[in-house]
């Protein structure tokens, strides 16, 4: 994992993971709503307002995200749109506001075929400003976390471990 900080408030992450697990079966899971929620650190609600399990391109929904950011802890109300999922790709974007802070975020995986598992690459921009920019160097850590958490328990979901 790569983290980068291009400013004060922007932090740029590429996450490259190897899944050990078919790319149909990650590819399913990264579109699942109910799979990100349980899945995503700090998720404690998504929505999207459809009728079916998976995420479209053009489909808009809210997430409320909890983060700990030095001594902040705020909940953010965030918006989130897929902007594209065409297979081996997908694009999202979320903004979101809590407690004097926004963020705005765009990101980027990708999943590829390797022999029995699947390599997924990720790549997010997040601009962070109000109260949290004060923490811009504490965001590192946190964004290292939640993707890892992340594609942890994605790969322990898909190969039915409970590490």
Same mark, same amino acid.
């Given at each position: !994992?790569?983290?980068?900080?291009?400013?004060?408030?922007?932090?740029?992450?590429?996450?490259?993971?190897?899944?050990?697990?078919?790319?149909?079966?990650?590819? &399913?899971?990264?579109?699942?709503?109910?799979?990100?929620?349980? !899945?995503?650190?700090?998720?404690?609600?998504?929505?999207?307002?459809?009728?079916?399990?998976? @995420?479209?391109?053009?489909?808009?929904?809210?997430?409320?995200?909890?983060?700990? +950011?030095?001594?902040?802890?705020?909940?953010?109300? =965030?918006?989130? =749109?897929?902007?594209?999922?065409?297979?081996?790709? !997908?694009?999202?974007?979320?903004?979101?506001?809590?407690?004097?802070?926004?963020?705005?975020?765009?990101?980027?995986? /990708? +999943?590829?075929?390797?022999? &029995?598992?699947?390599?997924?690459?990720?790549?997010? /921009?997040? =601009?962070? /400003?109000?109260?949290?920019?004060?923490?811009?160097?504490?965001?590192?850590?946190? +964004?290292?976390? @939640?993707?890892?958490?992340?594609?942890?328990?994605?790969?322990?979901?898909? /190969?039915?471990?409970?590490?």
């Amino acid at each position: !994992m790569a983290v980068e900080q291009a400013d004060a408030h922007d932090v740029r992450v590429a996450v490259e993971r190897r899944i050990d697990a078919p790319v149909e079966a990650v590819w &399913e899971a990264v579109a699942d709503i109910d799979v990100t929620e349980a !899945m995503l650190p700090g998720c404690r609600q998504l929505r999207f307002g459809v009728d079916r399990d998976h @995420v479209r391109a053009g489909d808009e929904g809210t997430a409320t995200l909890a983060v700990d +950011v030095g001594p902040l802890s705020p909940s953010f109300e =965030t918006d989130v =749109t897929v902007r594209r999922r065409d297979y081996p790709e !997908m694009a999202l974007t979320a903004s979101g506001a809590a407690a004097g802070s926004q963020f705005d975020t765009t990101a980027e995986l /990708t +999943v590829a075929p390797a022999d &029995e598992a699947t390599d997924v690459r990720w790549v997010a /921009t997040a =601009t962070v /400003t109000g109260r949290l920019e004060r923490f811009a160097g504490g965001l590192r850590p946190v +964004v290292e976390h @939640v993707a890892d958490r992340f594609f942890d328990r994605l790969d322990d979901r898909l /190969t039915d471990r409970d590490d």
